[in-house]
């Protein structure tokens, strides 16, 4: 297969190419910081280097544009059209508020022409005050869509009976980009956690700064640093009241910015250990680079976490931050625990590898043709 990726600027790219079969892939190129994109990514050169006879090439679709055009579908239809009749199959990259309504005449389309349509649903649950509109029009894609995937069993049974039988759980892929951490540190230097990603309040970063709190007034050394995109201004301003409240400064960081490809990478080569308090999830893509960086994780009970981690990881109950600062106290200073998770991390790393991935999404092109 061969690789060229061409206006990564715009919104939204199409992947085109000769597989066998032509396919389509549309999804998410920019903002740099998406978590789609890189899943794309990945997946794109996993399938490159499995099946070498497939031909790829990126065409732009430029988003922001079609957005503020309510007529932009019909544009879409004619400048796509041709290429969409030579398309066997169209995989789709799914987050309703990143498509809205332009998605439906594509679906229609494909439909009309016979062509087999697969949406990788990479978020179960719609936000803001779109919400409603959001999920409706999310099921009437499911409807025109021939096949689905998604990340967890958690996840395939929020669909209906229906839906759940054209479904297939891939779990997400593990990158090999970023480099297993070294050994902890010396019990003497201050033990460091991380919790990255957006800053918002499903995220849970109020819990994990009063566990940093508790940690402090038992005389357990820790420091913690939040960094992500602010998804909620008025939760992060409260965040930071929070840590000014409790004389926290020294040892609480928070850091609301744009994280580049290198930075990201770097976050987590320096953490001891990763935070993920959240208080709902579908998947995350967080988990999965703390898993590539053989990273230790405490995180919050829910389903896809649990499933994700083989029941084999250390896990606490939502908004609760006294058991958070429990398990955050063991992971410190228990070595044995820490070296049995950095292990389960390398396991892990090993099952989720992208090869088997791509595998998987092959499997799935091949049995919409069976």
Known sequence: ?????????????????????????????????????????????????????????????????????????????????????????????????????????????????GTR?????????NNGPLRLILDALARMHYCLA????????????LLSLRQQKKTTVIRHGVSSAISIQPSPRSPKVIFSFLQIGFIAPWKGCDSAI??????RDQGVRARLHIVGKIYNRNY????????????????VSIEGA??????????????????????????????????????????????PFVEYTQSQGIYV???????????????ITDRHLYDRQRQLMETLREQYSWKNVAQQTNAVYQSLYE
């Open 1 to 113: 297969m061969e690789l060229s990726f061409t206006g990564c600027n715009e919104r939204f790219f199409l992947v085109m190419a000769s597989y066998k079969k032509h396919l389509i892939v549309i999804a998410p190129a920019a903002p740099a910081e998406d978590g789609i994109r890189y899943y794309v990514e990945f997946l794109t050169r996993a399938l490159s280097t499995a099946f070498p006879d497939i031909h790829l090439s990126i065409l732009p679709w430029n988003y922001l544009r079609y957005r503020s055009r309510f007529f932009a579908p019909i544009k879409i239809i004619v400048l796509k059209g041709i290429r969409l009749l030579r398309a066997d199959i169209v995989h789709i990259h799914y987050v309703p508020s990143l498509y809205l309504y332009h998605l439906l005449p594509i679906l229609l389309f494909a439909r009309v022409t």
């Open 210 to 215: 009063r566990a940093i709190e508790i940690l």
């Open 146 to 157: 021939s096949h689905l995937i998604v990340h967890s069993m958690y996840h395939k049974h």
């Open 258 to 303: 744009f994280i580049s490809d290198k930075k990201y990478e770097t976050f987590f080569q320096v953490a001891d250990a990763v935070l993920l308090p959240y208080r709902r999830v579908t998947m995350s893509g967080i988990l999965s680079a703390a898993i590539a960086a053989g990273t230790p994780t405490i995180m919050t009970a829910l389903e």
């Open 317 to 331: 109950p939502p908004n609760d931050p006294v058991a958070l600062a429990t398990a955050m106290k063991c992971l």
């Open 117 to 125: 349509v697969v949406l990788t649903i990479h978020e179960a649950k």
């Open 236 to 251: 992060y301003d409260g965040l930071m009241r929070l840590v000014r409240e409790k004389h926290l400064e020294a040892i």
